[in-house]
């Protein structure tokens, strides 16, 4: 067991060395690892490796741990295997603001904040629906979700319909399928303060967790404080679902997929799943994103396609093996 | 230990007990009987602090139960609801371990020695030892029940609630699960537990609450129970009474289901 709950932290190192060595331009193993040995040398390597590949790894690390930690929060939240981060709304919402905001001709750097103020509002309105007593509703957040990320999907299309501008297009594109291109220190300085937040919330949410594997009614039995632990873990994957959508759009199947493997890999104890997912998380999106970069070099395919292509596949594996396992 | 007063409770807004007055005593095994909807599985909810009284009390050792800190409440009460399962592959001893949760403070990770002893006490006790590595949903509805009492064990309380431990399960294994928790009992262990099966109840039972027509029809030593015609009116049905070999007393319903 030991072993195996080495396995995501290795996996996401080893991505982040084919992160750092792929790109759009060729660079010999031996001048990435001298450009790493050498933080403040001044060569073409360097700039490469240090303003272009390591925010871009870093990036797609925070987007796809965060994503897989808000999952695998909502998941055992919820006791449902299919949920995903962007069942509670957050996406649409960072959509509908993005597709206003490129609307009303807002300057592209205010993007990602106003896509995180968008998912933080949506995800808020979604959870005051499902609000049952002091607590959340598991059916009604699914149908809040559903319905309002239905209504601001609506939306964003309307806006697009009646938009005539191709940049406008392209831009909410972009934002649509998910992609990291063009992703720099800033943007990761942005979205780092409010993953790191949600990361620390989901870390004091690992007991709720444990205790919510059998059921909220037994859980309750043993103590836990079933509305304070529901407000906890959706605030912790709020966070971290607008952290992430703030810097790629609409990545998908990273929150859905990751969860799964790492139960596969390291069982469904908080305290090894929760890291588990985290560095599966991270070790996907860096490698779809190296994918991305390098695929069709000099341009790039966007994350949100790449991740799909691979993701899909294995997903339908999992969960069709799982059932005939049963 | 629980002392109720006065006590009235509604579900969905319609109030189903009303009046209720008992006292639960230390080691005492208590066996809740009655038709289906009166209230049984409420009143234990309430016991457990997942009710608020609509007048009356109910209390643990002075206090009201629902106003009880949670982590508290669960170091005093273990309740046994019937709760859907994560889909997840739960080890019999992860679930086991789960009932120490009340006992370890929100910054304790991982299971300090007293949480040991008590989980290793409650194997024992339930004799889960060859399963421990089993897959809980893998485990027959017996062995599911008997991993469910020994996480309540493990949760160390003095009071157990169960809601129908015996549903689903087989004459010899639904007697086992009796015997395991009326053994608990002699250790001090107060039980209070929903049952449907009369019989049953008055073999295991030190007393049987009686609720029918939305109050408690009797509070008594099960052969006074069976003997009384409170039983009828509670289920609405006339009964017959008869003496086994070793001289107990069964109920049957008076006429043929056909």
């Not at chain 1, 949506?122 to 005051?128: E, P, R, Y």
């Not at chain 1, 836990?224 to 607008?242: F, K, P, V, Y």
Request: glycine share 10%; hydrophobic share 55%; charged share 15%.
């Amino acid at each position: 067991m030991f072993l195996r709950r080495l396995l995501p932290p290795l996996a996401a190192t080893i991505a982040a060395g084919v992160g750092l060595a792929v790109g759009g331009d060729a660079l010999p193993l031996s001048q990435v690892v001298h450009a790493l040995a050498n933080p403040h040398a001044h060569d073409i390597a360097h700039t490469i490796l240090w303003q272009l590949r390591m925010p871009r790894v870093l990036c797609a690390a925070l987007v796809g741990s965060a994503l897989a930690l808000a999952g695998v929060q909502l998941q055992g939240m919820l006791r449902n295997p299919l949920v995903d981060p962007y069942l509670i709304g957050t996406s649409a919402g960072a959509a509908a603001a993005i597709a206003v905001a490129l609307a009303l001709g807002v300057a592209l750097s205010l993007l990602p904040a106003l896509g995180f103020v968008g998912g933080l509002a949506a995800s808020l309105l979604v959870a005051a629906l499902a609000r049952r007593g002091g607590g959340i509703d598991a059916t009604r957040i699914i149908l809040a979700g559903v319905a309002i990320s239905a209504l601001l999907a609506a939306s964003v299309a309307l806006l697009s319909v009646l938009a005539r501008s191709i940049s406008f297009q392209l831009t909410l594109q972009a934002w649509l399928v998910g992609s990291l291109a063009g992703r720099g220190w800033n943007d990761l300085r942005f979205a780092l303060p409010y993953a790191i937040v949600g990361a620390l919330v989901a870390i004091g949410n690992i007991r709720s967790l444990d205790a919510l594997r059998i059921g909220d009614l037994r859980a309750r039995g043993i103590g836990l404080d079933i509305e304070r632990a529901q407000w906890s873990i959706l605030g912790s994957a709020t966070l971290l679902t607008a952290a992430a959508v703030s810097l790629a759009g609409m990545v998908g199947f990273v929150g859905l997929i990751v969860p799964h493997l790492a139960r596969r890999i390291v069982g469904s104890d908080a305290r090894a799943l929760l890291p588990a997912s985290a560095f599966l998380g991270a070790a996907m999106a860096i490698a779809a994103d190296a994918i991305a970069r390098a695929a069709i070099a000099p341009r790039e395919l966007p994350l949100g396609i790449v991740l799909a292509f691979a993701g899909i596949p294995i997903f339908i594996v999992i969960y069709l093996r799982r059932e005939q396992r049963r | 230990m629980i002392r109720a007063h006065g006590l009235a409770l509604e579900r969905g807004g319609r109030r189903v007990l009303d009046g209720i007055d008992f006292e639960l005593r230390a080691g005492e095994f208590v066996a809740v009987l009655g038709p289906n909807g009166v209230g049984k599985t409420t009143l234990l909810r309430a016991c457990a602090g997942f009710e608020v009284p609509e007048a009356g009390t109910i209390e643990l050792d002075g206090t009201a139960i629902h106003r009880l800190p949670v982590a508290r409440r669960a170091r005093s009460i273990a309740m046994l609801a019937s709760d859907e399962l994560l889909a997840d592959e739960l080890r019999v001893r992860d679930v086991v371990a789960i009932g120490r949760f009340p006992h370890r403070p929100w910054w304790k990770f991982s299971a300090g020695e007293e949480d040991e002893r008590a989980i290793a006490a409650a194997i024992s006790a339930t004799h889960l030892e060859e399963y421990l590595d089993r897959v809980f949903t893998h485990l027959s509805s017996g062995e599911q029940q008997r991993v469910w009492i020994a996480m309540a064990l493990a949760q160390g309380a003095p009071l157990l609630l169960l809601d129908e431990p015996t549903t689903h399960l087989d004459v010899r294994v639904a007697h086992n699960v009796l015997g395991l928790l009326h053994e608990r009992t002699q250790t001090g262990t107060s039980v209070l537990c929903v049952l449907h099966d009369i019989n049953e109840a008055a073999a295991v039972a030190d007393r049987i609450l009686l609720l029918g027509c939305g109050r408690m029809l009797a509070l008594a030593p099960p052969a006074e129970v069976l003997a009384s015609s409170l039983l009828d009116e509670a289920y609405g049905i006339a009964m017959h009474r008869a003496r086994t070999e070793d001289g107990r007393t069964i109920v049957v319903p008076a006429h043929e289901a056909r």
